[in-house]
């Protein structure tokens, strides 16, 4: 009788040991129905999300509407150089992250606080008319809101100038003109706009949260207050840092609108209100230099996709449920 080759047992042991999955061809003739119903978004994505990336070549280019811009000269990081090298560069760098930075903290704060109150209201009727009232000024275009805080900070005839201030004893003030105002306007203003739409989903965690958590906490003395920390913010941090996450990826990003709208591009508040955005969309008008406004998108969306990154890392250390990939 033959030895066995010991090479051979060895593979096989580990063979034995080991799942063996099955082939990705087998696995999409078996789940074929599904991939032909996720196909049209997978379309979808692949128009409006990556054929465009090919645009990115602009940033790096010399635009020649004549050459095209296949033809047009490539002027390497030229754009980028122009772009941080402006005497406003620091200030619109400066204000976008600011603003977003108290965008992210309050909204997250407030919405988060009156999810929990409107959860804790005991007439239903009422929460859900608060939640409406709450969530109207988000379906609200940017335009109808310049003009609503323009009725109020009107020189002539707004309504702070002329009954507000006057009941105070103050003198009207020129709030189109004076910068030092504006940035708690315009925190305020998107505050008030978009704080009902993450209410309601921060509201929507926390109704789905099983009520014997709470039944057991009031069986063991727990307050309100402590089942709000123990039990109601923990098991929504998982929406919470999605949320999270999403904004940070816009950090680099401002609100046209809401910088553009709301002060009416009044170029006495630059100092405070010009933006990124703001500022290469000026730049455009005046210089029609596409490659520049390009380039500033592609630092916007680098910036975004990598504070994403680093911040889902440092999650993922902390949680690895809770990252979002």
């Known amino acids: 009788m033959s030895a066995s080759n010991p090479s051979v047992s060895l593979s096989k042991a580990n063979n034995a040991g080991r799942t063996i999955k099955p082939s990705i061809w087998r696995v999409m003739r078996k789940y074929w129905v599904f991939y032909v119903m996720m196909l049209p978004a997978i379309v979808v994505l692949v128009i409006n999300n990556y054929i465009p990336m090919f645009g990115t070549l602009i940033a790096f280019k010399d635009v020649n509407y004549q050459k095209g811009i296949w033809g047009s000269d490539w002027v390497g990081f030229s754009n980028f150089k122009y772009l941080f090298s402006t005497e406003t560069a620091w200030i619109i760098t400066r204000n976008t992250l600011l603003y977003n930075t108290a965008f992210i903290v309050l909204t997250l704060v407030i919405s988060v606080a009156f999810a929990i109150m409107f959860n804790e209201m005991r007439n239903r009727l009422l929460s859900k008319f608060h939640q409406s009232a709450m969530f109207l000024p988000y379906f609200l275009s940017w335009v109808v809101v310049s003009y609503l805080v323009y009725g109020f900070l009107s020189n002539e005839h707004g309504f702070i100038n002329q009954t507000v201030l006057p009941f105070l004893g103050l003198k009207p003030i020129e709030w189109y003109s004076q910068s030092q105002y504006w940035p708690i306007?315009?925190?305020?203003?998107?505050?008030?706009?978009?704080?009902?739409?993450?209410?309601?989903?921060?509201?929507?965690?926390?109704?789905?949260?099983?009520?014997?958590?709470?039944?057991?906490?009031?069986?063991?003395?727990a307050s309100k207050w402590q089942q709000i920390r123990k039990i109601t913010i923990p098991l929504i941090s998982p929406v919470i840092i999605v949320m999270t996450l999403l904004q940070i990826g816009r950090i680099f990003n401002a609100d046209f609108g809401l910088f553009f709208q709301v002060t009416r591009n009044a170029g006495a508040l630059y100092s405070t209100t010009q933006v990124i955005d703001t500022y290469v969309y000026q730049t455009f008008l005046a210089i029609g230099d596409i490659g520049m406004s390009s380039a500033a998108g592609l630092v916007q969306s680098v910036v975004g996709f990598t504070l994403i990154y680093l911040s889902n890392l440092a999650v993922r250390r902390i949680s690895k449920d809770d990252a979002l990939f």
């Not at 739409?197 to 789905?208: L, P, R």
């Open 185 to 221: 306007i315009l925190v305020v203003v998107k505050i008030w706009k978009e704080i009902g739409y993450t209410t309601v989903i921060y509201m929507a965690a926390i109704i789905g949260i099983d009520h014997e958590y709470y039944e057991a906490a009031l069986i063991d003395g």
